[in-house]
Every structure is written in C-alpha cells, then in structure tokens.
C-alpha cells in the first residue's frame, strides 16, 4: 500500500485508541450513574450527580429559574461525554477516501511504468495494480469498524444524556408539586 497504507493503519491504530478511551470512560460513567440513581445521597463524581447537585445549590429557585440551572447543568456535562467521538467519526469518513487516493496515486504509478517500460510484463502490471488496491481495502477495514465503534460511542453517550434529562425533569416536577 505505500506510503498512504501505512498512514491509513497509523489513522486507524489512533482512532481506535480513542474509541477504546471512550468505551471504558463510557462504561465507568454509566456505572457511576446507575449507582447515583439508587443512591438518595448526591455524589459528584458522575454526570448526574453534579445535575442533582444544582437542585440543592438552589433550594428556593422557582420552577423556572430550576430548570435553567439543571439544563445549564445537563450542557456543562455534553461535551465530556461526546469528547473525541467527532474525531472517530471523521476517521472512518476520511479513512476510505485515504484509501482511494492511494489506489490512484498506485494507479498513476502503473501507468507511468507502462508508459516507460511497455507493456512486455503483464506480471509487473498485475503487481502493481494490486499493490494499489490495498489501499482501498485497508481505508475499508479501518472505516467500517470506526463507523461502527462511533455509533455504539454516540448512542452510549446519548443514552447517559437522555438520564441526566429525564432526572432533571424529575426534579423540575417535584419542585413544581411543591409549589
């Protein structure tokens, strides 16, 4: 593959990394949030309990002024749970088009041999061809599980959201039952 298969390997070893970050922080995250929420005592080493913690900064707020805190709460915790997964997903767009552009780079290659040497070895050509085409494969195996390992990343980070929404939801009814 040349130069552009060993840059593709070196993107998708990179991505990888940073898809294996994400799964693991995910996970603990998840489980410390799962814990908070059979927990009545707030902990502020996971995403909801630093939601929850606004509710008790904010004892006597109104309804509204609550639910401002707790959705400024819900956006601090975003970026920290989508960290890094636009970069996985940038890799597995870029990482076949790296490929393609290594086939026709292989291609252009081939031809300019052709053109100084003829056609007199079909072994050469096929050679080389081939050659060019690893590289398309190698931008596919990388792509395919990155779009993968973003989707499930995406969907676990949204899911932890859609928690520390529906728990500030939660708390927004019970002050509003108060009154």
Do not use: C
Not at 104 to 124: C, E, R, S, W, Y
């Amino acid at each position: 593959g040349g130069v552009v298969g060993y840059i593709i390997l070196i993107v998708g070893a990179f991505g990888l990394l940073l898809a294996l970050e994400r799964l693991v922080t995910l996970s603990l995250i998840r489980m410390k949030v799962n814990k908070q929420l059979k927990s009545k005592e707030v902990n502020t080493n996971n995403p909801l309990g630093r939601v929850l913690k606004v509710r008790d900064e904010h004892p006597d707020a109104d309804v509204e002024a609550l639910e401002l805190h707790l959705t400024e709460a819900i956006l601090g915790e975003v970026p920290k749970l989508g960290r890094n997964l636009t970069i996985i997903k940038i890799i597995s767009v870029v990482a076949p088009l790296m490929g393609l552009l290594g086939t026709v780079t292989g291609m252009i290659n081939t031809f300019q041999a052709i053109t100084l040497f003829g056609t007199g070895d079909p072994k050469l050509m096929a050679g080389g061809i081939s050659t060019a085409l690893v590289t398309t494969v190698l931008g596919l195996v990388v792509a395919i599980p990155m779009t993968l390992l973003y989707a499930m990343l995406n969907t676990r980070s949204k899911n932890i959201v859609y928690i520390l929404q529906e728990q500030a939801s939660g708390v927004i009814a019970e002050r509003a039952e108060r009154g």
